[in-house]
């Protein structure tokens, strides 16, 4: 058999056992990423809450993918269907709000596809993606949306994320690779969430997640950041504020 004959890619609520390994497995954020609150917060929950909603790829046993994703009630009174500007932050925010009130939700949000980089290039992004389409219509959502980290973006920090979002090939698919997979499955590019993850620290904190040293005031290129970091040393702190694309996946007939 070959690798891809080998893989499972099931829920978690399939496979419960796998739920304490979301962890479990290698991924490529950069370490910044890492200290996002609302994450540090929720993310870590999201399987246990949502279990059928997000899903685990494995090879002979072993965690090789995943793609976390939870539902939110998008056309609920005050939000009215917009997407917000927050992004990430916010919807995770929502999704968790919601639960704990008992409020009928609408809408999936996807909030992560982590690939281990052994396996990286092999169309398990794809694939993921297509089993996070799969779980929201067999859970009965008839939407799902994307606060889409555009993956090839960091090598352009200082280009507006609309200006590089808006760009496609001469195929008429979006330039991105990440976006691309996105339209492919059927999505639809929305908008820009400008403040869709907060990242802040002391230079201290920084210099560690980086080895750069921060040592002046003004904006930082950061390896994987989408934006450049804000720094202040003054106040000795440093801001990291990173634009998201919304996409819109309609599901069913």
């Known amino acids: 058999m070959t690798e891809k004959d080998d893989l499972v890619v099931t829920t978690y609520a399939e496979r419960p056992e796998y739920v304490p390994r979301v962890y479990d497995m290698d991924d490529a ?18 399987v246990e809450t949502f279990p059928q909603l997000c899903s685990v790829a494995t090879l002979d046993g072993r965690p090789v993918a995943r793609a976390r994703a939870a539902p939110f009630a998008q056309h609920a009174q005050g939000r009215d269907g917009t997407l917000p500007d ?10 968790f709000d919601d639960h704990a009130d008992g409020v009928p939700t609408d809408t999936v949000t996807a909030l992560e596809v982590a690939i281990d980089p052994a396996h990286q290039g092999r169309g398990l992004s794809t694939r993921m993606l297509g089993a996070m389409r799969q779980a929201a219509t067999a859970a009965g959502f008839r939407e799902l949306v994307a606060p889409v ?16 979002a808006a760009r496609t090939r001469p195929d008429g698919l979006p330039a991105d690779a990440w976006l691309r997979v996105h339209v492919r499955a059927g999505a639809t590019i929305e908008s820009v ?18 080895g750069l040293p921060f040592d002046r005031s003004g904006e930082v290129e950061v390896a994987g950041a989408l934006a450049p970091v804000h720094v202040d040393g003054v106040n000795d702190h440093a801001v990291y504020v990173e634009p998201n694309v919304w996409v819109h996946h309609r599901l069913g007939g």
């Open 193 to 210: 969430a400008p403040t869709s993850m907060t990242i802040a620290g002391s230079l201290a904190e920084w210099r560690d997640w980086t």
């Open 86 to 95: 927050g992004g990430w932050d916010t919807v995770m925010m929502w999704a």
């Open 29 to 46: 954020w950069p370490r910044f990423m890492g200290h996002d609150k609302v994450a540090n917060a929720l993310l870590g929950r999201v």
């Open 149 to 164: 980290r555009p993956n090839e973006k960091h090598r352009e920090p200082h280009t507006p994320t609309a200006e590089y």
